[in-house]
């Protein structure tokens, strides 16, 4: 494994553990098309993906892809029984099973809760994963499996979270039930007090007291002038 190779997958994991909680172990959904290039480049997946990922990994699948791989015979015989060997998820297809790739979007809905890698060589599928933000995409490329780079639709979405002006769907909830722990949360109906402020004194009533005073002062000064003039009379 090239040492360049190893640190441009650090690189990466590092953008999707900061900005999307991706933990380990790390869920990785596989579909045939992976598995068979897997089978015919002998890669080991179970062996060589947790060190290049650098962490403990959870190889996955569904039962549509194991039914789709089973529908197309024998020239998929050895895809099929390498995905067998993978944890089954559950998918909403049990009673009508649908194509692998269409499976595989469907567990990566609503904001991808589950913190899964799509693996796969199918390009459709690949960039239809593209336009959904948090989602890390594996393929195997000169008989390597290879981790793309986020893509512009993650890369947008966390630079909107870096301004404050989006929250993920899956952070919602959490961040209400927060609220209501906390007791942060008002019920409805519920108004808000308003303070009484302590108020100054009306500066109206202080301009009349003043008059008052000034106009009792003059009242005193002229009984006062009055009183001297009667005097200096006797």
């Known amino acids: 494994m090239g040492v360049t190779r190893q640190k441009h997958a650090k690189k990466i994991m590092g953008f999707y553990k900061h900005n999307f909680q991706f933990r380990e172990p790390f869920q990785v959904l596989l579909d045939g098309t992976f598995c068979q290039a897997a089978l015919r480049n002998k890669i080991q997946i179970r062996e060589q993906l947790p060190g290049y990922l650098d962490g403990a990994v959870q190889l996955c699948t569904t039962r549509c892809v194991i039914k789709e791989l089973e529908s197309l015979g024998k020239a998929l015989y050895g895809a099929k029984l390498i995905a067998q060997g993978f944890e089954v998820r559950s998918c909403s297809h049990h009673k009508n099973p649908v194509s692998g790739s269409t499976c595989l979007l469907s567990m990566i ?99 009349k007291k003043k008059k008052k005073k000034i106009q009792e002062g003059q009242e005193a000064s002229a009984e006062n002038k009055k009183r001297r003039k009667r005097k200096r009379n006797r």
């Open 109 to 207: 809905e609503d904001g991808n809760p589950h913190h899964f890698f799509i693996a796969t060589q199918d390009q459709d599928l690949s960039n239809k994963v593209k336009r959904k933000p948090g989602i890390p995409l594996l393929f195997i490329i000169q008989n390597t499996m290879v981790l793309d780079k986020p893509s512009p639709k993650s890369l947008a979405f966390v630079q909107k979270l870096q301004t404050n002006q989006l929250v993920p769907e899956y952070q919602k909830q959490s961040i209400v039930e927060l609220k209501e722990k906390e007791g942060l949360v008002k019920q409805e109906g519920e108004k808000r007090r308003k303070r009484k402020r302590a108020g100054g004194p009306n500066p109206l009533s202080c301009l």
